[in-house]
């Protein structure tokens, strides 16, 4: 595995383990929105409900979380250029 994967699948295992249990089993409800992987407004039930006492380190953790994207994105475009 490289090691720029790992913070990937760290994050997809804290979102699995945090959003389960609003997940449906039923075939048709799944298409997520990126709203229900990321909220914007936390609720108290989800580990991200720290961030709303902290809201300076849930913006500092979206713009990691997308300038991460935007390097992943870079990584594998790069061959094509």
């Known amino acids: 595995m490289h090691c720029h994967y790992f913070p990937i699948f760290l994050l997809l295992l804290f979102l699995y383990s945090s959003f389960s ?7 048709s409800s799944f298409s997520l929105s990126f709203s229900s992987f990321v909220p914007l407004f936390p609720d108290s039930s989800s580990p ?27 990584l594998f475009l790069m061959p094509f250029f």
């Open 48 to 74: 991200f409900f720290l961030f709303l006492n902290f809201p300076f380190l849930y913006a500092l953790f979206l713009l990691f979380l997308s300038l991460y994207a935007l390097f992943l994105l870079f």
């Open 21 to 27: 249990r609003s997940f449906s089993p039923s075939i």
